[in-house]
């Protein structure tokens, strides 16, 4: 249970319009994640559902109750921090059974569930340090834990990972997916990051200034993004754009290609440029190329590429996956 | 019930009832409210009322609404008005010389050196020190004209001992004051200092600043709000200053040092005339009020948004 | 370079004084430390030793007596004071002022903590009205405090002192308090608000125990500024609720100057909350103003 309806939703921070009326629906079980720029309203719009701030107008709904002017603690969400926000002064144990303590519990029945929950996310050793004398990881486990512990309908996420380092990142990325797989409890999820964004969402929300750009599965807004913005804000390298008369020969304003759909050859191709930069990260080579006519491109190659900074080489993007936009920015159909 | 009724209980009179309804919503901080309201807001208005009557404890039979003929007599009395010259010198001397002295001590503690956590401890103290024992001990060991190191001092050389306090009363209350109320100063210069990052500092010295100029066009510039702060709070508690007074000089001699408070003190309990000393003290609030509200600016700007 | 410069250069923080300014920072300080060392010196010495000059700053076993700038210390002064009445006047300074110092937190904990919550109104109002009270001059209310306090019986009361004192510290107690629970991280608040903390549970459980050191902050001021109050305890107390204050004024004028005596009585009266102070010297700047600077 926990499907999540938001209905014409603004936010105003004094004379500062920073949600515009907003629709979005959550369904029961879905991981959504929350991408776009920075101060974009992503924590805002999370923190409306989760009720630690109030909407200006319009309501929020779970599971088709009305919990607009319901209290935070109410509306049986679960929150992680990106700061974690454990309690300081008390120990993990104490932690993790906060909410339940709160929720009147009995002290046997805290333990029980405590202990469990300690048991899936590999804390059990732990239960008597305090969260100052834990590494990050460990914190956010605890974090987790504490939300996981009253079985909430839905977990809003706030970055959740983004103070730890990338290697323990990619540790809690799983299993946090793990997480989701085995309680298929409704997720919401903000991040900056792209591979967060792709591998975890069941959908994707893009956000521009309060905006909601795009709604779809992480495939969908990679293959059709409806506009500009969400063409360059999905994606990693950046796909690259190019306007004026390149453009207008696919009868478009902007046309947008990604770097991994850009062909390179040596010898022959649709553009001709000349290296810049070279990225070499093993697996992968970006290539920077400046194309007269087209401006600075990125391209993708896999593997390891022996071309270096001056040299001339011919790009050719694959048809098929040309992007084409209007001049209002709007996604055109593929060419036929 | 009418949609519109207002709560029963406080809705009734217009400002009051704002007033007590936001008591009535606020149960965390109704309690510390009004506990300030019954202890210190409800005597100034019985001050002011007594201001306005002609009331000495001695002669009971003669109180009198007297309107506001107490402060047309105590504006005719040279004592008042010479208390009050006597209350501003000393705010002006005491504080100004704080603030230079109290910088000093800031910039000599600010810097790590041997020892530099005993010196700021024996700085601060005499802010710590009981007034009463701090202007005790500054009669008995340094002023005074026997025991007095002064004197001591004095004499080595050949000179003729002084009665500092009785031929230097004003001088003695300040350098009191000043020995008072300069740590008070250092300790909010110094967390001013503390604030401005060594960066900055650095950054000025690989410009070519000296010590001098570094001072001059980094510390100080950003040293401006905390001292507006200490000084301002210096002068709203030396003008009120009742303790070193009472125990240095008792307002002499004659009435060298009776600042207003003293003679406020004095009127009460020597002469239990009650509307005077009342209306002398509507005075002195009137006074720090205008002080108090230039504090108040300067802390709100210090705070932040609120609300 | 003397054994102290030795510290990397790159131990960061404030750097380090030339050592000119260290030997004028010692001079300075000890120059103004002169009036309480040289009371609490006296305090040691006998009735006679006590006001002779030179000075004698210097303590020394017996055997070396004779040595200038020296004296043989004793704690007879402060046998007498004690076995004197001292104690009762000391009972008094202790109940006024641990009494009031726990009012003021019970009272201005939970005000600050609801002046840092966002559906509190009008927090300036409260915040700029409750600080003007403090800044009231005292003598602007001590007539009709004084009267009442007659009408009502309270004179001589530790009681009146009570009160009084509590109402004297509790803006600057709310104010710092405030500013404490400001600096709360406001995640770990708004956890506590997911979690079902109503605002109660809220303040019990996760903002109190997170500002331990702000309470104690706060104490320790209150308990200065309570202790050493003169004005109020001269004017509303004479015998049976007089506190150590006063009895700093009847010892000099009952006993006349015995000079080395009263630097011990002197010394007393001062000293506990000196060493307060001593131990809260980090905490003092945020009391002193008002929480403004930290
Ligand atoms: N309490 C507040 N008062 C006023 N403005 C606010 C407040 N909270 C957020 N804002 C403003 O609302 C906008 C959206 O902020 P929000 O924190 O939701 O952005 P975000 O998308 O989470 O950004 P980030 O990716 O940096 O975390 C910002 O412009 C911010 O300045
Ligand atoms: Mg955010």
Known sequence: MGHITLSNVTKQFGAVEVIPPLDLHIEDGEFVVFVGPSGCGK???????????????????????????????????????????????????????????????????????????????NLTGHLDARPGQMSGGQRQRVAIGRAIVREP??????????????????????????????????????????????????????????????????????????????AGFIGSPKMNFVTGETAAQHGAATIGVRPEHIALSKDAGDWKGRVGIVEHLGSDTFLHVTVPGAGPLTVRVAGEMAVRFGDTVFLTPDANKIHRFDAADNAMSRRP | MKPDAKPALFGRIPILGRFGLWIWRNPLIAPALLVVIVVTQAPFILTVIYSLFRWNLQRPENTAFNGFGNYLDIFRDSRFLDSVVTSLSFTVAAVLLSLLVGLVY?????????????????????????????????????????????????????????????????????????????????IIILAGLQALNDDQREAARMDGAGPWAETRFIVLPHLKKYLQLSGLLGSIFIVNEFDVIFMLTQGGPGTATTNVPFLIYQSVFYSFDIGHAAAMAVVIVLGTIVVVTYLLKLLGSLMGDLD | MAFWNRRPAAARGIERASRLRTVLAWGVALFVSFPFLYLA??????????????????????????????????????????????MPYFVNSAMATLVSTLIVLLLAIPAAYALTLPQTTSKRNVLFFLISTRFLPVVGVIIPIFLATRFVGLLDNVLALIILYTAMNLPIAVWMMRSFFQDLPADVLDAGRMDGAGTFHELTLIALPMVKNGVLATAFLAIIFAWNEFLLALTLTTTRAATVPLYMISFMSAQGLWYAKMSAAGTLVALPVVILGWFGQKWLVRGLSMGAVK
């Open chain 1, 153 to 230: 309908k839905a977990f809003l996420f706030d970055e959740p990972l983004s103070n730890l380092d990338a290697a323990l990142r990619v540790n809690m990325r799983l299993e946090i997916s793990e997480l989701h797989q085995r309680l298929k409890t409704t997720a919401i999820y903000v991040t900056h990051d792209q591979v967060e964004a792709m591998t975890m969402a069941t959908k994707i929300v893009v956000l521009r200034s309060g905006i909601i750009e795009q709604v779809g599965s992480p495939m969908e807004l990679y293959n059709q993004p409806r506009n500009l913005f969400v």
């Open chain 2, 106 to 186: 800031a910039l000599l503690v600010h810097d790590r050196f041997f020892g530099r956590g005993i010196v700021r401890t024996l700085l601060i103290t005499p802010f710590l020190i009981m007034p009463i024992i701090g202007a005790l001990a500054w009669k008995y060991t340094v002023l005074s004209p026997i025991f007095g190191i002064l004197n001591w001092i004095v004499r080595q050389f050949g000179g003729t001992p002084i009665d500092w306090i009785g031929m230097y009363p004003v001088a003695s209350v300040v350098a009191v004051l000043v020995w008072r109320w300069a740590p008070f100063m250092m």
């Open chain 1, 43 to 121: 924590t805002t719009l999370l923190r409306l559902i989760a009720g630690l701030e109030d909407v200006t107008s319009g309501s929020v709904a779970i599971d088709g109750t009305d919990i607009t002017g319901v209290a935070a603690a109410q509306r049986g969400l679960a929150m992680v921090f990106q700061s974690y926000a454990l309690y300081p002064h008390m120990p993990v144990r104490d932690n993790i059974g906060f909410p339940l303590r709160m929720a009147g519990l009995d002290k046997a029945e805290i333990a029980r569930k405590v202990e469990a929950v300690a048991e899936t996310l």
């Open chain 3, 41 to 86: 010196t006296s305090g040691l010495k006998t009735e006679v030793e006590a006001p002779k000059m030179p000075p004698a700053f210097v303590p020394v076993p017996e055997f070396l007596n004779g040595i200038p700038f020296t004296y043989t210390p004793t704690l007879q002064n402060y046998r007498l004071i004690l076995a004197g009445d001292f």
